[in-house]
């Protein structure tokens, strides 16, 4: 009974409340640097796209010709490759401030080497170009006898 003689108003409640809610403590993240890092370059005939990473291979970064607003048969093109690397270097310069690279290009496709000169005009030093394209061993299986 004591409990329903005792009624409250909103506003003490919340003052009540306010004076036993613990205090918000923020973690403050540390900025990461990378100062070198790798490019990893996926040239298909239909989409280009561009990796940074770090040198462990953790991806600080990523943009595709599909993802810069290009569709159809545009995002084979050289300038699609060129616009994707650009904006991938962009963040990945702002943020992580990385200003040497490695570069791996996978694949045949057009946007091979405006990728690169897309790294090139964002002021990125680029150290070494390596091609990891797969190549086939073994070869496809070979048709079957002709009956005539």
Known sequence: MAE???QTTPNETAAETAVT?????????????VPTGQVHILATFNNTIVS????????LSSSSAGSCGFRGSKKGTAYAAQVASEKAAQIAKQVYNV???????KGIGLGRDSAIRGLQNYNLHVEAIYDVTGIPHGGVRPPKARRV
């Open 4 to 6: 329903e003689d005792k």
């Open 21 to 33: 809610a613990k205090p918000v403590v923020k973690k403050i993240k540390a900025k990461r640097t």
């Open 52 to 59: 940074f990473t770090d040198p462990k291979g953790n991806v």
């Open 99 to 105: 200003s040497k690279v490695d570069v791996f290009i």
